[in-house]
Protein backbone atom coordinates (compact mmCIF):
# COMPACT_ATOMS: atom_id res chain seq x y z
CA UNK A 1 0.00 0.00 0.00
CA UNK A 2 2.53 2.19 1.19
CA UNK A 3 4.23 1.84 -2.57
CA UNK A 4 1.26 2.23 -4.48
CA UNK A 5 1.21 5.70 -2.19
CA UNK A 6 4.45 6.62 -3.71
CA UNK A 7 3.73 6.14 -6.70
CA UNK A 8 1.06 8.32 -7.15
CA UNK A 9 2.69 10.95 -5.23
CA UNK A 10 5.32 10.90 -7.76
CA UNK A 11 3.11 10.47 -10.67
CA UNK A 12 1.16 13.53 -9.30
CA UNK A 13 4.14 15.59 -8.67
CA UNK A 14 4.88 14.49 -12.50
CA UNK A 15 1.73 15.72 -13.63
CA UNK A 16 2.28 18.93 -11.96
CA UNK A 17 5.44 20.09 -12.96
CA UNK A 18 4.26 19.34 -16.76
CA UNK A 19 1.34 21.71 -16.08
CA UNK A 20 3.79 24.41 -14.87
CA UNK A 21 6.18 23.83 -17.71
CA UNK A 22 3.73 24.25 -20.49
CA UNK A 23 3.04 28.06 -20.35
CA UNK A 24 6.75 28.73 -20.80
CA UNK A 25 7.25 26.12 -23.10
CA UNK A 26 4.22 27.19 -25.19
CA UNK A 27 5.96 31.07 -25.01
CA UNK A 28 9.06 30.38 -25.69
CA UNK A 29 7.82 28.38 -28.92
CA UNK A 30 5.47 31.01 -29.78
CA UNK A 31 8.05 33.60 -29.80
CA UNK A 32 10.30 31.19 -31.78
CA UNK A 33 7.70 31.00 -34.29
CA UNK A 34 6.87 34.29 -34.83
CA UNK A 35 9.94 36.32 -35.98
CA UNK A 36 7.73 38.69 -38.48
CA UNK A 37 5.92 39.83 -36.02
CA UNK A 38 8.93 40.64 -33.85
CA UNK A 39 10.20 42.41 -36.96
CA UNK A 40 7.31 44.39 -37.34
CA UNK A 41 7.38 45.89 -33.64
CA UNK A 42 10.78 46.67 -34.24
CA UNK A 43 10.19 48.53 -37.64
CA UNK A 44 7.21 50.28 -36.04
CA UNK A 45 9.19 51.47 -33.14
CA UNK A 46 11.86 52.73 -35.91
CA UNK A 47 9.51 54.62 -37.87
CA UNK A 48 8.04 56.10 -34.61
CA UNK A 49 11.57 57.36 -33.78
CA UNK A 50 12.06 58.55 -37.11
CA UNK A 51 9.05 60.23 -37.44
CA UNK A 52 9.67 61.93 -33.60
CA UNK A 53 13.37 63.03 -33.83
CA UNK A 54 13.32 63.39 -37.53
CA UNK A 55 16.80 61.29 -37.87
CA UNK A 56 17.19 59.65 -40.42
CA UNK A 57 15.78 62.13 -42.02
CA UNK A 58 16.02 59.56 -45.33
CA UNK A 59 14.03 57.62 -43.75
CA UNK A 60 11.16 59.87 -43.07
CA UNK A 61 9.06 59.01 -46.48
CA UNK A 62 9.09 55.15 -45.56
CA UNK A 63 7.95 56.01 -41.99
CA UNK A 64 5.31 57.98 -42.94
CA UNK A 65 4.17 55.20 -44.95
CA UNK A 66 4.88 52.50 -42.54
CA UNK A 67 3.09 54.00 -39.40
CA UNK A 68 -0.07 53.54 -40.96
CA UNK A 69 0.77 49.62 -39.55
CA UNK A 70 1.54 50.48 -35.95
CA UNK A 71 -1.44 51.36 -34.02
CA UNK A 72 -0.26 51.48 -30.64
CA UNK A 73 3.34 53.59 -31.93
CA UNK A 74 1.66 55.47 -34.80
CA UNK A 75 -1.20 57.71 -32.96
CA UNK A 76 1.60 60.14 -31.11
CA UNK A 77 3.82 60.38 -34.09
CA UNK A 78 1.01 61.07 -36.67
CA UNK A 79 -0.56 63.82 -34.46
CA UNK A 80 3.28 65.20 -34.35
CA UNK A 81 3.83 64.62 -38.13
CA UNK A 82 0.80 67.32 -38.47
CA UNK A 83 2.79 69.74 -37.19
CA UNK A 84 6.38 68.93 -39.39
CA UNK A 85 5.12 67.89 -42.32
CA UNK A 86 5.53 69.91 -45.59
CA UNK A 87 3.63 71.33 -48.17
CA UNK A 88 4.32 69.12 -50.35
CA UNK A 89 1.37 66.70 -51.79
CA UNK A 90 3.36 63.51 -51.57
CA UNK A 91 3.79 64.22 -48.19
CA UNK A 92 0.43 64.94 -47.34
CA UNK A 93 -0.89 62.13 -49.42
CA UNK A 94 1.21 59.84 -47.42
CA UNK A 95 0.89 61.20 -43.91
CA UNK A 96 -3.55 61.14 -44.97
CA UNK A 97 -3.28 56.99 -45.61
CA UNK A 98 -1.44 56.75 -42.08
CA UNK A 99 -4.16 59.01 -40.31
CA UNK A 100 -7.12 57.46 -42.24
CA UNK A 101 -5.63 53.88 -41.16
CA UNK A 102 -5.70 54.31 -37.58
CA UNK A 103 -8.44 55.62 -35.74
CA UNK A 104 -7.06 57.86 -32.09
CA UNK A 105 -8.47 60.59 -30.23
CA UNK A 106 -4.70 62.33 -30.69
CA UNK A 107 -4.35 62.02 -34.48
CA UNK A 108 -8.54 63.66 -34.42
CA UNK A 109 -7.45 66.68 -31.99
CA UNK A 110 -4.60 67.46 -33.83
CA UNK A 111 -6.32 67.44 -37.24
CA UNK A 112 -8.99 69.69 -36.08
CA UNK A 113 -6.20 72.00 -34.87
CA UNK A 114 -5.09 72.00 -38.48
CA UNK A 115 -8.07 72.76 -40.67
CA UNK A 116 -8.87 75.93 -38.13
CA UNK A 117 -5.05 76.99 -37.92
CA UNK A 118 -4.60 79.89 -41.04
CA UNK A 119 -0.75 79.82 -40.77
CA UNK A 120 -0.52 76.51 -42.39
CA UNK A 121 -0.45 76.09 -45.84
CA UNK A 122 -4.02 75.28 -48.30
CA UNK A 123 -2.45 71.40 -49.17
CA UNK A 124 -2.09 70.69 -45.44
CA UNK A 125 -5.59 71.58 -44.30
CA UNK A 126 -7.35 70.72 -47.28
CA UNK A 127 -5.43 67.24 -46.46
CA UNK A 128 -6.68 67.31 -43.06
CA UNK A 129 -10.05 68.04 -44.10
CA UNK A 130 -10.06 64.79 -45.77
CA UNK A 131 -8.90 62.87 -42.74
CA UNK A 132 -11.51 64.51 -40.76
CA UNK A 133 -13.87 63.17 -43.41
CA UNK A 134 -12.49 59.34 -43.40
CA UNK A 135 -13.33 59.98 -39.15
CA UNK A 136 -17.12 60.70 -39.98
CA UNK A 137 -17.48 57.55 -42.32
CA UNK A 138 -14.37 55.60 -43.26
CA UNK A 139 -16.32 54.67 -46.84
CA UNK A 140 -15.64 58.20 -48.24
CA UNK A 141 -13.07 58.47 -50.51
CA UNK A 142 -10.68 61.49 -50.64
CA UNK A 143 -10.38 63.88 -53.24
CA UNK A 144 -7.37 65.99 -53.31
CA UNK A 145 -6.39 69.23 -55.06
CA UNK A 146 -9.82 70.22 -56.42
CA UNK A 147 -10.42 73.49 -57.31
CA UNK A 148 -14.00 75.07 -57.53
CA UNK A 149 -15.69 74.96 -61.43
CA UNK A 150 -16.43 78.53 -63.04
CA UNK A 151 -19.09 80.00 -61.09
CA UNK A 152 -18.15 78.81 -57.40
CA UNK A 153 -20.80 76.03 -57.71
CA UNK A 154 -19.91 73.11 -54.79
CA UNK A 155 -20.82 69.74 -55.56
CA UNK A 156 -20.75 66.35 -53.87
CA UNK A 157 -17.71 64.24 -54.66
CA UNK A 158 -18.55 60.92 -54.17
CA UNK A 159 -16.55 57.86 -53.05
CA UNK A 160 -16.49 56.06 -56.22
CA UNK A 161 -15.15 58.98 -58.31
CA UNK A 162 -12.68 59.82 -55.32
CA UNK A 163 -8.86 60.00 -55.94
CA UNK A 164 -8.29 58.66 -52.72
CA UNK A 165 -9.93 55.59 -51.41
CA UNK A 166 -9.55 54.71 -47.31
CA UNK A 167 -8.55 51.02 -46.39
CA UNK A 168 -10.38 49.59 -43.62
CA UNK A 169 -8.82 51.30 -39.82
CA UNK A 170 -7.49 50.25 -36.47
CA UNK A 171 -7.86 51.62 -33.69
CA UNK A 172 -5.38 53.12 -31.41
CA UNK A 173 -4.81 52.96 -27.81
CA UNK A 174 -7.01 56.09 -27.09
CA UNK A 175 -9.74 55.08 -29.69
CA UNK A 176 -12.86 57.03 -30.43
CA UNK A 177 -15.71 56.33 -28.18
CA UNK A 178 -18.33 58.54 -29.37
CA UNK A 179 -19.69 59.73 -33.18
CA UNK A 180 -17.83 62.46 -35.03
CA UNK A 181 -19.79 63.60 -37.57
CA UNK A 182 -21.92 66.15 -35.98
CA UNK A 183 -18.53 68.06 -34.41
CA UNK A 184 -16.50 67.47 -37.98
CA UNK A 185 -19.78 68.97 -39.74
CA UNK A 186 -19.88 72.22 -38.25
CA UNK A 187 -16.40 72.43 -37.84
CA UNK A 188 -16.18 72.52 -41.97
CA UNK A 189 -19.30 74.51 -42.06
CA UNK A 190 -17.93 76.80 -39.97
CA UNK A 191 -14.83 77.10 -42.74
CA UNK A 192 -16.74 77.33 -45.36
CA UNK A 193 -18.72 79.85 -43.91
CA UNK A 194 -15.67 82.34 -43.52
CA UNK A 195 -15.62 82.43 -47.78
CA UNK A 196 -13.72 85.72 -47.92
CA UNK A 197 -11.60 85.34 -45.33
CA UNK A 198 -10.12 81.60 -46.18
CA UNK A 199 -8.30 80.74 -49.74
CA UNK A 200 -9.82 79.59 -52.53
CA UNK A 201 -9.38 76.03 -52.01
CA UNK A 202 -9.40 75.55 -47.99
CA UNK A 203 -13.07 77.31 -48.66
CA UNK A 204 -13.80 74.72 -52.03
CA UNK A 205 -12.74 71.46 -49.86
CA UNK A 206 -14.61 72.55 -46.59
CA UNK A 207 -17.82 73.47 -48.27
CA UNK A 208 -18.06 70.25 -50.42
CA UNK A 209 -17.14 67.92 -47.65
CA UNK A 210 -20.03 69.46 -45.36
CA UNK A 211 -22.38 69.20 -48.22
CA UNK A 212 -21.47 65.09 -48.43
CA UNK A 213 -22.04 64.98 -45.06
CA UNK A 214 -24.58 66.64 -44.95
CA UNK A 215 -26.51 64.80 -47.40
CA UNK A 216 -25.24 61.47 -45.97
CA UNK A 217 -27.22 63.05 -42.67
CA UNK A 218 -30.10 63.62 -44.53
CA UNK A 219 -30.57 60.28 -46.64
CA UNK A 220 -30.24 58.35 -43.27
CA UNK A 221 -32.80 60.09 -41.61
Not at 77 to 92: C, F, K, Q, Y
Not at 106 to 117: F, L, P
Not at 199 to 205: D, E, K, N, S
Request: hydrophobic letters at 45%; a neutral charge; charged letters at 20%.
Amino acid sequence: MTNTIQRLIRALALIASVIAAAPEGAHAQSGAANPIAMKHRNDCRLAAHVLTRGEPHTKRAWARNYISSCPEEGPPAIAREWRAVPADTAAVLQLMRASTAIRDVRIYERVREVVEDRSRPDVIRVGAMHVLDSYVNPLHGGWFGSVPPEGGEVKVVHPETALVTHAPYANGPLPLVAPVREPVLQLLQRVSAARDVEPLTVWYAAAALALRIQEEIEWNR
